[in-house]
């Protein structure tokens, strides 16, 4: 799975050094969840103390845009997570409200809103669902 991401990183000639490895290997296990940036730079500045916040805060950035991850702002704080789907990057997410399960969704509802803005220009848009997933349904956790 992560075969994907080192590529895409050396398509846009960033070295694959130790610290940007345990960086994936870290948020690779966060494909289904966001996790706070907070928390990703605190367990790489455990492993790494020697590695400042702000270049774990930028190789974090770095991250974002080659799209390897996704992010968002959630209550003030930034949040980011794996990238779902490294073929349809544009996609958009369901998220339970009960687990933090994060599914994808891949219809853009971007033409609709088109349709009812003649004349303007959408720059960026960001879209959630939000509802209790299937599996926190069938056990009952609602
Ligand atoms: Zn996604
Ligand atoms: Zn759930
Ligand atoms: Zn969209």
Known sequence: MLEVAIKLLQKNNYKITKQRRSL??????FQEHYVAVSAVDKYMHEIYPGMSHNTIYRNIKEFEEVGIIENK???GSAWVKYQ???VHQH???FVCKKCGKVQEVQMCPLDFFEEQLPGCRIDEHHFELYGICADC???GKE
């Open 24 to 29: 994936l290997d870290y948020l690779s296990h």
């Open 137 to 139: 349904i069938r056990l």
């Open 84 to 86: 779902c789907d490294f």
């Open 91 to 93: 996609h958009h997410h």
């Open 73 to 75: 702002l959630r209550d």
